[in-house]
């Protein structure tokens, strides 16, 4: 199949294929007669989403392209969104019955008619002239009412201004190139509602998305505020422990506490060290004194009042030790001890004296002259004495100091623990109340950039149409034309694919497997411009040529045996077995035909009938069949025999072998189907060495190219143009020259 296959394929049945555009084309005029004009209005809204201000991020980033395709994806559905598309339609109802009259820059005055005629009395007694707001809330309660009012109806039907599904089908959103902007346009046949229906989108759509952004964050700062108040509990808690610790215990600040009195342990032990040697020396100096001293001497240092004055300085060492100690802890009374202390050093020195006077007294009445030189050690016993009595008392009091210190120690020790405890409680404590604080003004700044991303401008306020959209009624006409062109040429094709009839040359030899010898057109259809005559001489002719050529290939003095038959009844084997002997006869061969019906008319060649029966079925030879009634068997040079059809009669298979040449005569208008090709394929089993041929009869005139080429007729310059350009032969020439 080529091009020019299809085109003669079309041409020939050009009768659906002119009418069914004519018919399209009136179909689309018709309906489009009354066709309303439509306008549109365009407005832009500015996103900011990929290249707008962020306060998360003052600094310069990299724009994320998959968010920026989810975020305006999300702004487009909001925008497109049912519930958006209710509120449109029910806020432009309400706007346009709050009118007195039609307003051209509102509704036209034919919409406002259509719409005053069907609003029901009850919907219209909700209007509460002047007052959008009141009257926008009685109608959505009224609408809620029940799924049968009007004002549902409205929304939620099909009326071409109100109803949601209309108003999404004509608003169109997109973004504008890779920028922040949007551009919404909606489509109606009214400009003023056109252009209100926009700017109620704009409202609308604004409010909706800036709620959607920022109710997820209003939860998000919710949560955070309740958690801080709970981190906040939990660190005054952690807090107030640690203060009631610290009050049962007197402690101020701990570890200042600790170290202090570490320090003075290790201080007073160093000091308490001294002492105990300074004491010692005193004890041992004391000792070597009085050695040296007489034992007058050294009972008359140990009566009653030398001992007594000893005691009393000792008694009041001791107490200047204590207030030494006092004074040391007591910071706010420091003054007042330390005068004391003065006073009892006053005394201390005062008993001193005395006691050195007691001494002295006693060294002049028991002593004589020779005793002088023991002044001296005298002295030094009583300085040391001294030392003695100071060191002595220091070191009564060193011992309750000692002791206080570890007492000390031992009750700061466990306090120690518990206050690490406390403290890592509060911090514990403290990090998390600081943690959610940081997540709560993160919140927070996240919130207020929602809010300033969310807060769309409206670059171009929707504009009021003056012109309408061109119409489509001439492309529609056009699509019409077309449409009826293609869908008869499209079925044309399908049903020529899926024809199961042989009609071609080459379709014949696939399914029957046999060289196609020579095929005969169809005469019945006939065209004007083909010589049919011509056509029919030119394939009877290729037919003779094959059984010409076969006769020479033989050789022999005998006839040459051609059969002629076929598998189903009506295939045309008389009329080609006629042509054929005419045709022999013609060109000088004499020619028998023997057939088992009567030749009509008045052939030019010798004709035999036979009879089909049981003589028949027993033929052993195609000369059988004649033999009786023909004397010179040998003066003709071609005997042509028709048998009955093969797949409805009996018939003797001899006669196939008996036969040169045998010619299959197959109608090229019909199936080729499973019986024709089970009977042919046990006739090649029986007959393996026959030559066979087929004779396609009845095809169409087109196909005839194939067979016997360049089909004769009149051709118009054009028509002839028009062919070689389809089949490419636009530089073929009829002669060398």
Same mark, same amino acid.
């Given at each position: 199949?080529?091009?020019?296959?299809?085109?003669?394929?079309?041409?020939?049945?050009?009768?659906?294929?002119?009418?069914?555009?004519?018919?399209?084309?009136?179909?689309?005029?018709?309906?489009?007669?009354?066709?309303?004009?439509?306008?549109?209005?365009?407005?832009?809204?500015?996103?900011?989403?990929?290249?707008?201000?962020?306060?998360?991020?003052?600094?310069?980033?990299?724009?994320?392209?998959?968010?920026?395709?989810?975020?305006?994806?999300?702004?487009?559905?909001?925008?497109?969104?049912?519930?958006?598309?209710?509120?449109?339609?029910?806020?432009?109802?309400?706007?346009?019955?709050?009118?007195?009259?039609?307003?051209?820059?509102?509704?036209?005055?034919?919409?406002?008619?259509?719409?005053?005629?069907?609003?029901?009395?009850?919907?219209?007694?909700?209007?509460?002239?002047?007052?959008?707001?009141?009257?926008?809330?009685?109608?959505?309660?009224?609408?809620?009412?029940?799924?049968?009012?009007?004002?549902?109806?409205?929304?939620?039907?099909?009326?071409?201004?109100?109803?949601?599904?209309?108003?999404?089908?004509?608003?169109?959103?997109?973004?504008?190139?890779?920028?922040?902007?949007?551009?919404?346009?909606?489509?109606?046949?009214?400009?003023?509602?056109?252009?209100?229906?926009?700017?109620?989108?704009?409202?609308?759509?604004?409010?909706?998305?800036?709620?959607?952004?920022?109710?997820?964050?209003?939860?998000?700062?919710?949560?955070?505020?309740?958690?801080?108040?709970?981190?906040?509990?939990?660190?005054?808690?952690?807090?107030?422990?640690?203060?009631?610790?610290?009050?049962?215990?007197?402690?101020?600040?701990?570890?200042?506490?600790?170290?202090?009195?570490?320090?003075?342990?290790?201080?007073?032990?160093?000091?308490?060290?001294?002492?105990?040697?300074?004491?010692?020396?005193?004890?041992?100096?004391?000792?070597?004194?009085?050695?040296?001293?007489?034992?007058?001497?050294?009972?008359?240092?140990?009566?009653?009042?030398?001992?007594?004055?000893?005691?009393?300085?000792?008694?009041?060492?001791?107490?200047?030790?204590?207030?030494?100690?006092?004074?040391?802890?007591?910071?706010?009374?420091?003054?007042?001890?330390?005068?004391?202390?003065?006073?009892?050093?006053?005394?201390?020195?005062?008993?001193?004296?005395?006691?050195?006077?007691?001494?002295?007294?006693?060294?002049?009445?028991?002593?004589?002259?020779?005793?002088?030189?023991?002044?001296?050690?005298?002295?030094?016993?009583?300085?040391?004495?001294?030392?003695?009595?100071?060191?002595?008392?220091?070191?009564?009091?060193?011992?309750?100091?000692?002791?206080?210190?570890?007492?000390?120690?031992?009750?700061?020790?466990?306090?120690?623990?518990?206050?690490?405890?406390?403290?890592?409680?509060?911090?514990?404590?403290?990090?998390?109340?600081?943690?959610?604080?940081?997540? =709560?003004? @993160?919140? $927070? &700044?996240? !919130?207020?950039? +929602?809010? #300033?991303?969310?807060? %769309?401008?409206?670059? /171009?306020?929707?504009?009021?149409?003056?012109?309408?959209?061109?119409?489509?009624?001439?492309?529609?006409?056009?699509?019409?034309?077309?449409?009826?062109?293609?869908?008869?040429?499209?079925?044309?094709?399908?049903?020529?694919?899926?024809?199961?009839?042989?009609?071609?040359?080459?379709?014949?030899?696939?399914?029957?497997?046999?060289?196609?010898?020579?095929?005969?057109?169809?005469?019945?259809?006939?065209?004007?411009?083909?010589?049919?005559?011509?056509?029919?001489? =030119?394939? @009877?002719? $290729? &037919?003779? !040529?094959?059984? +010409?050529? #076969?006769?020479?290939? %033989?050789?022999?003095? /005998?006839?040459?045996?051609?059969?002629?038959?076929?598998?189903?009844?009506?295939?045309?084997?008389?009329?080609?077995?006629?042509?054929?002997?005419?045709?022999?006869?013609?060109?000088?061969?004499?020619?028998?035909?023997?057939?088992?019906?009567?030749?009509?008319?008045?052939?030019?060649?010798?004709?035999?009938?036979?009879?089909?029966?049981?003589?028949?079925?027993?033929?052993?030879?195609?000369?059988?069949?004649?033999?009786?009634?023909?004397?010179?068997?040998?003066?003709?040079? @071609?005997?042509? &025999?028709?048998?009955?059809?093969?797949? #409805?009669?009996?018939?003797?298979?001899?006669?196939?072998?008996?036969?040169?040449?045998?010619?299959?005569?197959?109608?090229?208008?019909?199936?080729?189907?499973?019986?024709?090709?089970?009977?042919?394929?046990?006739?090649?089993?029986?007959?393996?060495?026959?030559?066979?041929?087929?004779?396609?009869?009845?095809?169409?005139?087109?196909?005839?190219?194939?067979?016997?080429?360049?089909?004769?007729?009149?051709?118009?310059?054009?028509?002839?143009?028009?062919?070689?350009?389809?089949?490419?032969?636009?530089?073929?020439?009829?002669?060398?020259?």
């Amino acid at each position: 199949m080529n091009i020019v296959y299809f085109i003669r394929l079309l041409l020939k049945h050009y009768i659906p294929i002119m009418v069914c555009p004519v018919i399209l084309f009136v179909i689309i005029f018709v309906l489009t007669k009354d066709e309303p004009k439509v306008y549109t209005s365009y407005t832009n809204i500015y996103t900011g989403i990929a290249t707008g201000a962020n306060l998360m991020s003052l600094e310069s980033s990299k724009v994320d392209r998959l968010g920026t395709i989810t975020a305006f994806d999300n702004l487009i559905n909001i925008i497109k969104s049912r519930g958006a598309a209710e509120e449109v339609g029910l806020r432009l109802f309400t706007y346009h019955m709050l009118l007195d009259k039609p307003d051209p820059d509102r509704i036209s005055k034919e919409s406002f008619v259509k719409l005053m005629g069907i609003v029901p009395k009850d919907v219209k007694k909700l209007v509460v002239k002047g007052d959008f707001e009141k009257t926008y809330a009685a109608f959505i309660d009224y609408k809620n009412k029940n799924f049968e009012n009007f004002i549902y109806e409205l929304i939620y039907l099909n009326h071409p201004d109100y109803s949601y599904e209309k108003i999404l089908s004509n608003l169109k959103v997109r973004r504008i190139s890779s920028s922040d902007m949007i551009e919404l346009s909606y489509k109606s046949d009214d400009p003023g509602i056109c252009q209100q229906t926009l700017e109620i989108f704009n409202e609308v759509f604004i409010n909706k998305y800036s709620d959607v952004k920022l109710i997820q964050s209003d939860a998000i700062l919710k949560y955070f505020r309740d958690q801080l108040d709970d981190a906040q509990l939990k660190l005054d808690e952690a807090e107030d422990q640690l203060l009631d610790f610290n009050k049962k215990n007197n402690i101020i600040n701990y570890y200042e506490q600790s170290e202090h009195i570490t320090i003075q342990k290790e201080r007073f032990a160093a000091f308490y060290n001294e002492l105990k040697m300074e004491h010692k020396a005193a004890v041992a100096v004391l000792s070597v004194l009085e050695n040296k001293l007489s034992v007058q001497q050294q009972k008359e240092l140990n009566n009653s009042d030398i001992i007594g004055l000893r005691n009393k300085i000792a008694n009041l060492n001791i107490q200047i030790s204590i207030k030494d100690y006092q004074a040391e802890l007591d910071t706010i009374n420091r003054k007042k001890i330390l005068d004391e202390i003065a006073d009892m050093n006053i005394e201390s020195f005062s008993l001193q004296e005395t006691l050195r006077k007691s001494i002295n007294r006693a060294y002049f009445i028991d002593n004589t002259v020779e005793g002088i030189a023991s002044s001296n050690v005298l002295d030094q016993w009583l300085d040391n004495v001294v030392i003695y009595e100071s060191t002595r008392a220091k070191l009564l009091v060193g011992e309750e100091k000692i002791q206080e210190f570890n007492q000390l120690v031992k009750e700061y020790a466990p306090k120690g623990a518990t206050m690490k405890r406390l403290e890592r409680k509060i911090d514990i404590a403290e990090q998390e109340y600081l943690s959610i604080l940081r997540s =709560l003004n @993160v919140a $927070k &700044l996240k !919130q207020q950039n +929602l809010e #300033l991303n969310a807060n %769309l401008k409206v670059s /171009e306020t929707p504009n009021y149409p003056l012109k309408s959209e061109p119409s489509k009624r001439k492309i529609l006409l056009l699509i019409g034309l077309v449409l009826g062109f293609m869908i008869p040429a499209f079925v044309i094709i399908v049903f020529d694919y899926l024809n199961q009839n042989i009609r071609t040359v080459s379709n014949a030899e696939n399914l029957i497997k046999l060289p196609v010898v020579s095929a005969y057109p169809n005469m019945v259809q006939k065209s004007k411009t083909k010589n049919y005559v011509e056509i029919g001489r =030119l394939s @009877v002719n $290729k &037919l003779f !040529q094959s059984v +010409l050529n #076969l006769s020479n290939s %033989l050789r022999t003095d /005998e006839p040459l045996k051609v059969l002629i038959y076929s598998v189903q009844d009506n295939e045309g084997k008389t009329t080609l077995g006629t042509k054929l002997a005419q045709r022999l006869s013609a060109n000088g061969y004499k020619s028998l035909f023997v057939n088992h019906e009567e030749v009509s008319g008045d052939p030019v060649f010798d004709c035999q009938k036979y009879e089909v029966n049981s003589e028949f079925i027993a033929c052993k030879s195609i000369a059988d069949l004649y033999r009786n009634n023909i004397e010179d068997e040998s003066k003709y040079r @071609v005997v042509l &025999l028709e048998l009955p059809s093969i797949g #409805l009669n009996n018939y003797p298979v001899n006669l196939f072998n008996d036969a040169d040449l045998a010619l299959l005569t197959v109608r090229a208008n019909r199936a080729w189907n499973a019986a024709d090709k089970d009977s042919l394929e046990k006739l090649s089993e029986l007959t393996q060495n026959l030559k066979q041929g087929v004779l396609l009869n009845g095809v169409e005139i087109s196909e005839m190219e194939k067979v016997i080429g360049e089909l004769p007729g009149k051709r118009s310059l054009i028509r002839r143009f028009i062919k070689r350009l389809f089949s490419f032969q636009l530089h073929s020439k009829k002669t060398i020259k």
